[in-house]
């Protein structure tokens, strides 16, 4: 099954929600406001009082488990 990068990125904002407890967390996104930006996180994610950039890539490479 193949996804595009835009459903990575939501699969993995909900996996990350579903880790929480608050029904309140809401998880950050950042936003290219450039084409050329070259900042790499697309999620950040709040593990205790540490802040953890996530950033999500598509590509052929596949793993089995």
Do not use: C
């Not at 290219?32 to 950039?53: C, F, G, H, M, T």
Request: glycine share 2%; proline share 5%; hydrophobic share 35%.
């Amino acid at each position: 099954m193949r996804y595009s990068i835009s459903n990575l990125r939501y699969i993995s904002a909900q996996q990350f929600q579903a880790q929480k407890q608050s029904p309140l967390y809401k998880p950050l996104f950042r936003v290219r406001e450039k084409a050329n930006s070259n900042a790499e996180a697309d999620l950040i994610y709040q593990y205790n009082k540490l802040i953890v950039p996530v950033e999500v890539k598509a590509g052929s490479v596949r793993t089995s488990e």
